[in-house]
C-alpha cells in the first residue's frame, strides 16, 4: 500500500498563525471536548474556508492541531504526575544516539544529540511520566486502567491518522503535536511548543470518573447481601427467582448508565442511596422485560444458560417479571421524586408498544419496509438507553436542554445497537427464525418480487435460506446496506452530544457509545 503523503505548514512562523486562528475559532464557537472525527473535520472545513487562499491539505494537521486546541484547558487541570509524554524514537540523531531499545521503548543515556533528553527531564522535573516509543495503543491502556488521565504525544501524521479514532473513541483527554515532516528517523518537531503544552496549569482540579472503581461498584449492588436489603422479603420461590435473575448474568448498562450520568453531573464520587435504589430499580425493569421476551419468543436460552421460563415454567416465569416489575416502581416511589416514576413508565409503556408491534406482525407475517423496523426500535430499543440517561439527570438536577440531547443521542444509539444486532445474527450458523429486521427489510425493497418474498416469509430458518446460491447476492447487500445505516447511526449519536458544554459528561457519553457499539 502506497503511503499516504501529509502537508504540514512548512514553517514555523506559519505553523503558530495557524495555531492562533485555531485558538480564536475554538473560543468563538465554545467547542468543548470530545469531539468525534466528523465533528473536527466540519469545523476544519469552517477554518479552511475562511482563509481561501489556504492549503486543503492541511486539513489532516488543523484536525490534530483544532484537537489539541479543545482539549488544552482540561489537561491543564490534571496534575503533571496524572500525565504521560510519549516520545517517538525517530527524534533521536540516528548517527549518535547509543541508546539501547527493550520492549517498554527507548531508553536513552542523555547525550543530548537530539530534543528527546531535554523533554524527558522536563517531564521528570514536573512529575509527569515518559516513554519514547511508538505508537498510542498502550498509553490508552495505561489511561483506562487509571495509571494516568492525559497523554502528551509527538508523532508523525501517518502514526497519529492510525492513533487518532482511538483516541477520540476512548474521549482521552490528550493533546497530539505533529513532527514537523513525514520520515522514520533524524525528525524533528516544534520543541518549544511541546514544552509549552507540558507546561500546562490550571488552579482547577480535573474531576474525571473512575469508571472501572463505578463498574465494580454497581456489580456489587447486584449481590445476594446487597439485593436482599433493597427488595421485598423473599417470601417464597418466586422471591429467590428473581435474586437469582438479579444478580446473574448481563452487561448491566442501564444501571450504569444512570449513576455514571449522575456523578458527571454533580461531581459528586460517592452515589447517594435515592441514586443506587434508581438505578437498581432500572434494572428490574430489564431483568423484567428479559423474562417476558423469552417467554414471547419462546426462547430457551439467554446469557448461554437455560432462560427463567425453561427452569420454572411459563407461569412462574410471568409472575417473576410481574414481581420484578413491582419491586422496580416500588423503589423508584422511595427515591424521593416522583418524575421518576413518570419517566419509567413511559419508556414501560414505549416498550409495551413496540413489542406489541412486533408480536402482531408475528401472527400474520406479511412484507415490510425500513419504516415499520424503525418504529419497533424507537420504542423497544431506544427507551431502554434513554431512561437510564434521563433518570440520572432528574436525580443530579433539571435541564430541559439536556434532557433533549439525551433524547436525540438515545435515538440514534438504540438504533445503531439494534441494527448491529440484526447483523450479529448472521455472524454463526444457529438457525435464525423469522422475525421483523433491518436485514429483511432491506431484502424487501432489494428484491420485491412476490415469488422470493412468499418464500422468504414462510421459511423456518432464515439464513438458511438466504445462504442458497441464488439468494447470497441479495442478503450481501441487504448486509452492507444495514452496516451502512448502523455506521450512520452511530456518527448521528456522538454528533448529538455536540452541544454538551460538559466535559466529563461528554467523556462519559462517548466511552459509552465505544463500548455499546464495539
Not at 432489494?446 to 423456518?460: E, K, R, Y
Request: charged letters at 20%.
Amino acid at each position: 500500500m502506497e503511503k499516504r503523503h501529509y502537508t504540514i505548514p512548512q514553517t514555523l512562523a506559519e505553523r503558530n498563525s495557524w495555531r492562533e486562528r485555531i485558538r480564536q475559532h475554538v473560543e468563538q464557537a465554545t467547542l468543548c471536548p470530545p469531539l468525534s472525527l466528523e465533528a473536527l473535520r466540519k469545523e476544519v472545513a469552517q477554518l479552511l474556508q475562511a482563509v481561501p487562499e489556504a492549503d486543503k491539505s492541511l486539513q489532516e494537521w488543523l484536525m490534530v492541531e483544532l484537537h489539541n486546541q479543545v482539549w488544552k484547558a482540561t489537561i491543564a487541570t490534571i496534575p503533571y504526575e496524572r500525565r504521560i509524554l510519549l516520545l517517538p524514537k525517530c527524534l533521536s540523531h540516528s548517527k549518535h544516539c547509543q541508546a539501547e531499545v527493550d520492549e517498554l521503548g527507548l531508553l536513552c543515556h542523555r547525550c543530548h544529540h537530539c530534543p528527546i533528553p531535554d523533554l524527558e527531564e522536563q517531564a521528570e522535573q514536573l512529575g509527569m511520566l515518559s516513554i519514547v516509543a511508538e505508537g498510542f495503543t498502550s498509553v490508552v491502556g495505561l489511561i483506562q486502567n487509571r495509571v494516568v488521565d492525559a497523554v502528551i504525544g509527538v508523532s508523525c501524521l501517518d502514526s497519529l491518522e492510525k492513533a487518532f479514532p482511538l483516541l477520540i473513541r476512548n474521549a482521552v483527554p490528550g493533546l497530539a503535536i505533529p513532527l514537523n515532516y513525514d520520515g522514520c528517523k533524524d525528525t524533528q518537531v516544534d520543541k518549544r511548543y511541546v514544552l509549552e503544552l507540558m507546561h500546562l496549569r490550571s488552579e482547577q482540579q480535573a474531576q474525571l470518573l473512575d469508571y472501572d472503581g463505578l463498574r465494580s461498584q454497581l456489580n456489587h449492588w447486584f449481590t445476594p447481601e446487597i439485593l436482599n436489603r433493597y427488595l421485598s422479603p423473599a417470601m417464597e420461590e418466586t422471591g429467590q427467582i428473581v435474586r437469582d435473575w438479579m444478580g446473574g448474568e448481563g452487561k448491566r448498562w442501564r444501571p450504569y448508565l444512570l449513576a455514571a450520568t449522575y456523578l458527571a453531573l454533580t461531581g459528586e464520587t460517592e452515589v447517594p442511596e435515592s441514586v443506587r435504589k434508581a438505578a437498581i430499580a432500572i434494572e428490574c425493569f430489564h431483568k423484567a422485560s428479559l423474562i417476558h421476551d423469552d417467554i414471547q419468543d419462546q426462547d430457551a436460552e439467554r446469557y448461554g444458560k437455560p432462560t427463567v421460563n425453561a427452569t420454572h415454567g411459563i407461569p412462574m416465569a410471568i409472575n417473576a417479571g410481574d414481581l420484578l416489575l413491582g419491586e422496580g416502581y416500588r423503589l423508584l416511589a422511595t427515591a424521593g421524586d416522583t418524575r421518576l416514576l413518570q419517566v419509567a413508565s413511559e419508556a414501560h409503556l414505549a416498550l409495551c408498544q413496540g413489542q406489541g408491534m412486533e408480536l402482531a406482525w408475528s401472527r400474520d407475517p406479511q412484507p415490510f419496509d425500513l419504516s415499520f423496523v424503525l418504529a419497533i426500535f424507537t420504542h423497544k430499543t431506544v427507551p431502554a438507553f434513554e431512561v437510564s440517561l434521563q433518570l440520572g439527570l432528574l436525580c443530579a438536577k433539571e435541564d430541559p436542554a439536556l434532557a433533549t440531547i439525551f433524547h436525540q443521542y438515545a435515538t440514534q444509539l438504540g438504533i445503531a445497537y439494534q441494527l448491529l444486532d440484526d447483523l450479529a445474527d448472521f455472524d454463526n450458523d444457529s438457525p435464525l427464525a423469522i422475525r421483523p429486521s433491518a436485514v429483511l427489510a432491506q431484502l424487501c425493497a432489494i428484491h420485491p418480487d412476490t415469488n422470493f418474498q412468499t418464500a422468504l416469509f414462510s421459511c423456518a430458518d432464515l439464513k438458511n435460506f438466504l445462504r442458497q446460491p441464488a439468494h447470497q447476492p441479495y442478503l450481501q447487500e441487504a448486509l452492507t446496506a444495514v452496516r451502512e445505516m448502523a455506521d450512520q447511526a452511530h456518527r448521528a449519536a456522538l454528533q448529538a452530544l455536540h452541544p454538551i458544554q460538559h466535559v466529563e459528561l461528554k467523556r462519559l457519553l462517548f466511552r459509552v457509545t465505544e463500548r455499546i457499539l464495539r
